[in-house]
């Protein structure tokens, strides 16, 4: 049974960077949409981005507005890593949260797993979290 853990977090200043994993064991993420969401505290989880599967290479990329050009998502797929990377820089107060990773949910319909979803009920594997906390 496939289960993920996200690493990475902690305290950063305004302007800085952190790398977040998330590591697959159990199972495979190689042909499965990879999504990055976060929750602040008081508010409704939120999708930061998604990596698809649709090729044998990395993406394509959903990235939500507000990080498009600060953020990027990759992913490895060797056996012995089989990890999705959130790259974050510039980071902003506002960036703070609990950031989760999840595997996209198949449904039955041919492929459907390896497109992206913005809908949270559509990833039906999620790590327990790792927090990220933006502050001078």
């Known amino acids: 049974q496939l289960k993920l853990v996200e690493s990475g977090g902690g305290l950063v200043q305004p302007g800085g960077s952190l790398r977040l994993s998330c590591a697959g064991s159990?199972?495979?993420?190689?042909?499965?949409?990879i999504g990055w969401f976060r929750q602040a505290p008081g508010k409704e989880r939120e999708q930061i981005g998604c990596?698809?599967?649709?090729?044998?290479?990395?993406?394509?990329?959903?990235?939500r507005d507000s990080v498009k050009g600060r953020f990027t998502i990759v992913r490895d797929n060797d056996k012995n890593k089989n990890t999705v990377y959130l790259q974050m820089n510039n980071l902003e107060p506002e960036d703070t949260g609990t950031y989760y990773c999840?595997?996209?949910?198949?449904?039955?319909?041919?492929?459907?797993?390896?497109?992206?979803?913005?809908?949270?009920?559509?990833?039906?594997?999620w790590g327990r979290g790792t927090q990220v906390t933006v502050s001078s």
């Open positions: 159990g199972g495979s993420l190689g042909n499965y949409a």
């Open positions: 999840a595997r996209r949910r198949a449904t039955g319909v041919y492929n459907e797993h390896r497109f992206c979803a913005s809908d949270p009920g559509m990833y039906d594997v």
């Open positions: 990596i698809s599967a649709i090729s044998r290479r990395d993406g394509p990329t959903d990235l």
